[in-house]
């Protein structure tokens, strides 16, 4: 099935349950931790017979609408700016007052909101259970295969955000065969183990025996490093010189319309690193999260773990 087709059945499918739920997406974390977890919501809903619809507008990576900043729209989308305060992530809800909530659900019609569901869908048992919606030709598919099917149902950007990317990307000219490297520096060394880019050097020429690779990185030291260590090799990046590692506390106080930029460039990256023989990363990043949901695990090859994993 094409996008159009899709959408379409999505969108029947979706309309079709009576009950309600409005998902708070850029409720706190990086878009990728938002989008991912977006996903297996859209997911969740569709197994359980649950009308999905988003509020993003006041998201943490909007320009002036959310969503439909970037993307074409896919369901309804919410505006009652309630749900900025009253729909969130459950740990983020775990203290607040219960009445408030339930008033927004009387007043939005929903059902559910984003805390009533968030620990459904991060479970390991949801993360093992296989689908079937023949609506969107998935037949007993297992996780990775129905991310795989919304997310080219949904990546879909709008007129402005699609000239823009496409203006990114041609300031790379990549060969025919090359493979994607994600090496993420900056505030990651706090969260999790990081490996130096020796290590993905490793894997990468394990698995493939081209010389040329994308590399998705926050920091151009690690441009600088790959080429004086791997002179052999083309490096192809959209990382600039000036960009020493990402901290995502600096870039939330970026003003709105470099944040959009930002976070083009980085979808131009993500497209490219897509369309690559293989992908090499970490699962516990969120853009490797995400890659293994767009592209599959069989294209993937990353260091902290053999299998995609809910993050």
């Known amino acids: 099935m094409n996008r159009a087709e899709l959408l379409n059945s999505y969108t ?38 649950i009308n999905f619809s988003l509020y993003s507008k006041k998201g943490n990576f909007a320009l002036s609408r959310g969503w439909t900043d970037f993307f074409e729209p896919f369901c ?45 869908f991060r479970t390991e048992e949801f993360a093992n259970k296989r689908f079937t919606f023949p609506e969107l030709k998935l037949i007993d598919a297992p996780l990775l295969e129905a991310t795989k099917t919304i997310i080219q149902m949904i990546w879909h950007y709008n007129t402005i955000s699609q000239k823009l990317v496409e203006n990114y990307k041609k300031t790379v000219v990549m060969p025919k065969n090359f493979l994607s490297i994600h090496i993420r520096e ?62 995502h506390s600096e870039f939330t106080k970026l003003d709105k319309d470099k944040k959009y930029l930002q976070h083009l460039k980085l979808f131009a990256s993500l497209d490219i690193c897509a369309e690559a023989d293989k992908f090499i990363g970490t699962y516990s990043s969120n853009p490797g999260g995400f890659m293994g949901m767009r592209i599959g695990e069989e294209k993937c090859f990353c260091l902290d773990y053999d299998s995609w994993v809910l993050w």
């Open 76 to 120: 309804e989308e919410k505006t009652f700016f309630l749900h900025s305060r009253y729909n969130r992530r459950a740990y983020q809800m775990r203290n607040a007052k219960s009445y408030p909530p339930i008033v927004l659900k009387y007043l939005s019609g929903d059902d559910f909101l984003t805390q009533d569901l968030w620990e459904n």
């Open 186 to 247: 900056g505030d990651k060394i706090k969260e999790t183990k990081t490996y130096s880019v020796h290590k993905y050097m490793e894997k990468a020429m394990g698995v493939y025996t081209e010389k040329a690779a994308f590399i998705l990185t926050d920091s151009f030291s690690v441009i600088e490093e790959l080429e004086k260590s791997y002179g052999d090799w083309d490096f192809y990046t959209l990382c600039s010189p000036a960009e020493r590692g990402y901290d």
């Open 12 to 49: 029947r499918l979706n309309n079709s349950f009576q009950k309600k739920v409005t998902f708070h997406l850029g409720a706190e974390a990086g878009f990728f931790s938002e989008f991912n977890n977006m996903v297996l919501a859209m997911i969740y809903c569709l197994e359980n017979q």
